[in-house]
């Protein structure tokens, strides 16, 4: 496994024995969200836009549907079958069902091809532990990649967004996705400041769930909540003057029953998780160096990922921060375009092995102390 973390990759050459490798298997970047899994290939863009849902049945031990089949099957399912998302907050919580989604994907990137066997770059969340990061890679490896490339999805958001990563100028990216929202301020390359929240856009959903269920005494499910989110939900008050209607459970007979909200009340129940985010995006501003800051000041903050379509977060984030916000024109798909332009730069092929690299060291090991002399380089 290689793992760039927040750095950005030296361009690579071609190699002469690309077209042999792309015979094996296509170069693919992976967005494995939460919420939705995307899929680039190398010289095709985007092949792949699939909701991250797995539907097993449990007595025979198999696969049902994977992907869009799968989520329409969430809270409908009879009890044999039983519906994951085996992400949570960006990290795996279910790994077979995670590998079993990953396997199928790539072969449908590759036409139900059996024997592939791609290099994979593997977007996750900067926060997460060097545990969950090889939890990725496994689950990559037995989905048969070759080989693959871990990247941080701040890193990714940056470049799918156009933003001057590698310059001597300050840039930042608020990429708000189905789990976590990750913060990061770039400066030649690498990250100065960040901050990773596992609040995002399915906090949000819970919010006005629990909040129906607290003051109106009813339940909906997650994808009713993700729809009252999408049509009356917003960051500040009086953005959206509209009445949201919508059935649902009655807790006390366990009837259907039709409401009526505004959309002010929709505003009040995500309140808690959007000041979390914008909590986050002020920390990361706050820890960020003076040298810094006069380039945000100028060239603002950029917003990716699905979360940023909250009416008014753009607008709440400037108010509060004081610099200009503005939001990707394709949020949704910025984290993979950018792991897409980061395999473009990585070299076709096997990669070299370094000095000092991970066998040489072990040959040194394995070396009698009489014998072993000077470590490698």
């Given at each position: 496994m290689q793992?760039?973390?927040?750095?950005?990759?030296?361009?690579?050459?071609?190699?002469?024995?690309?077209?042999?490798?792309?015979?094996?298997?296509?170069?693919?970047?992976?967005?494995l969200g939460t919420a939705n899994t995307l899929i680039v290939v190398r010289g095709r863009g985007l092949v792949l836009f699939?909701?991250?849902?797995?539907?097993?049945?449990?007595?025979?031990?198999?696969?049902?549907?994977?992907?869009a089949e799968a989520r329409e099957m969430l809270g409908r399912a009879p009890p044999p079958i039983e519906v994951i998302r085996p992400l949570s907050s960006g990290v795996i919580s279910d790994y077979d069902a995670a590998q079993h989604m990953l396997r199928e994907f790539i072969l449908r990137v590759h036409r139900r091809r059996r024997f592939v066997k791609p290099r994979v770059v593997v977007c996750v969340p900067s926060g997460i532990?060097?545990?969950a990061r090889r939890a990725v890679e496994e689950a990559a490896i037995d989905a048969r990649a070759r080989r693959v490339v871990i990247v941080s999805e701040p890193l990714a958001a940056a470049v799918g967004a156009g933003l001057p990563v590698e310059e001597a100028r300050g840039c930042m990216v608020v990429d708000i996705g189905g789990g976590t929202t990750e913060v990061a301020v770039f400066v030649l390359g690498g990250v100065v400041v960040s901050a990773s929240v596992p609040v995002a856009g399915d906090a949000m959903d819970r919010a006005i769930a629990s909040h129906l269920r607290k003051e109106h005494g009813v339940q909906v499910g997650e994808r009713m909540a993700e729809r009252l989110k999408i049509r009356g939900a917003a960051a500040v008050q009086g953005l959206r003057e509209l009445i949201v209607e919508f059935p649902a459970k009655d807790l006390s007979t366990g009837r259907p029953r039709r409401l009526r909200l505004p959309a002010g009340e929709l505003v009040e129940a995500i309140e808690e998780?959007?000041?979390?985010?914008?909590?986050?995006?002020?920390g990361v501003l706050e820890r960020?160096?003076?040298?810094?800051?006069?380039?945000?000041?100028?060239d603002g903050i950029t917003l990716t990922g699905g979360g940023s379509l909250l009416v008014g977060l753009d607008r709440r984030l400037a108010a509060e921060a004081g610099v200009?916000?503005?939001v990707d024109p394709e949020p949704m798909t910025c984290v993979v375009r950018g792991a897409g332009q980061l395999l473009e730069r990585l070299r076709p092929g096997?990669?070299?092995?370094?000095?000092?690299?991970?066998?040489?060291?072990a040959r040194f090991a394995a070396r009698g102390p009489e014998r072993r002399g000077p470590p490698p380089a």
């Amino acid at each position: 496994m290689q793992d760039l973390g927040d750095r950005m990759p030296a361009p690579g050459r071609r190699s002469r024995l690309a077209w042999l490798w792309s015979s094996i298997g296509h170069d693919l970047a992976v967005d494995l969200g939460t919420a939705n899994t995307l899929i680039v290939v190398r010289g095709r863009g985007l092949v792949l836009f699939q909701p991250s849902c797995v539907a097993v049945d449990r007595d025979r031990e198999r696969l049902i549907a994977v992907g869009a089949e799968a989520r329409e099957m969430l809270g409908r399912a009879p009890p044999p079958i039983e519906v994951i998302r085996p992400l949570s907050s960006g990290v795996i919580s279910d790994y077979d069902a995670a590998q079993h989604m990953l396997r199928e994907f790539i072969l449908r990137v590759h036409r139900r091809r059996r024997f592939v066997k791609p290099r994979v770059v593997v977007c996750v969340p900067s926060g997460i532990t060097p545990v969950a990061r090889r939890a990725v890679e496994e689950a990559a490896i037995d989905a048969r990649a070759r080989r693959v490339v871990i990247v941080s999805e701040p890193l990714a958001a940056a470049v799918g967004a156009g933003l001057p990563v590698e310059e001597a100028r300050g840039c930042m990216v608020v990429d708000i996705g189905g789990g976590t929202t990750e913060v990061a301020v770039f400066v030649l390359g690498g990250v100065v400041v960040s901050a990773s929240v596992p609040v995002a856009g399915d906090a949000m959903d819970r919010a006005i769930a629990s909040h129906l269920r607290k003051e109106h005494g009813v339940q909906v499910g997650e994808r009713m909540a993700e729809r009252l989110k999408i049509r009356g939900a917003a960051a500040v008050q009086g953005l959206r003057e509209l009445i949201v209607e919508f059935p649902a459970k009655d807790l006390s007979t366990g009837r259907p029953r039709r409401l009526r909200l505004p959309a002010g009340e929709l505003v009040e129940a995500i309140e808690e998780p959007v000041s979390q985010i914008v909590d986050a995006v002020m920390g990361v501003l706050e820890r960020t160096p003076p040298e810094v800051v006069p380039d945000l000041a100028v060239d603002g903050i950029t917003l990716t990922g699905g979360g940023s379509l909250l009416v008014g977060l753009d607008r709440r984030l400037a108010a509060e921060a004081g610099v200009p916000v503005r939001v990707d024109p394709e949020p949704m798909t910025c984290v993979v375009r950018g792991a897409g332009q980061l395999l473009e730069r990585l070299r076709p092929g096997r990669p070299r092995l370094p000095a000092g690299n991970v066998r040489s060291r072990a040959r040194f090991a394995a070396r009698g102390p009489e014998r072993r002399g000077p470590p490698p380089a």
